[in-house]
């Protein structure tokens, strides 16, 4: 998942940089860094297991829409 991906997802579930740091068990600094795909100059790659919670969240959300 790129760092535009994680901002994607995270805005088409509605969520805010806290609101999704809350869902993910992270720091809001943490999402902060995946957005931007770097801490200061460091390439910051965003872990599989956080896709992973990141999918289930998504399934999560599409089931409650129904």
Do not use: V
């Amino acid at each position: 998942m790129k760092p535009e991906e994680f901002k994607k997802w995270r805005k088409s579930l509605g969520l805010s940089q806290k609101n999704a740091a809350e869902m993910l068990g992270l720091k809001i600094r943490i999402i902060q860094y995946y957005e931007k795909g770097k801490k200061g100059k460091k390439t910051i790659n965003i872990p599989k297991y956080i896709q992973l919670a990141c999918l289930a969240l998504e399934i999560q959300h599409k089931i409650n829409k129904i």
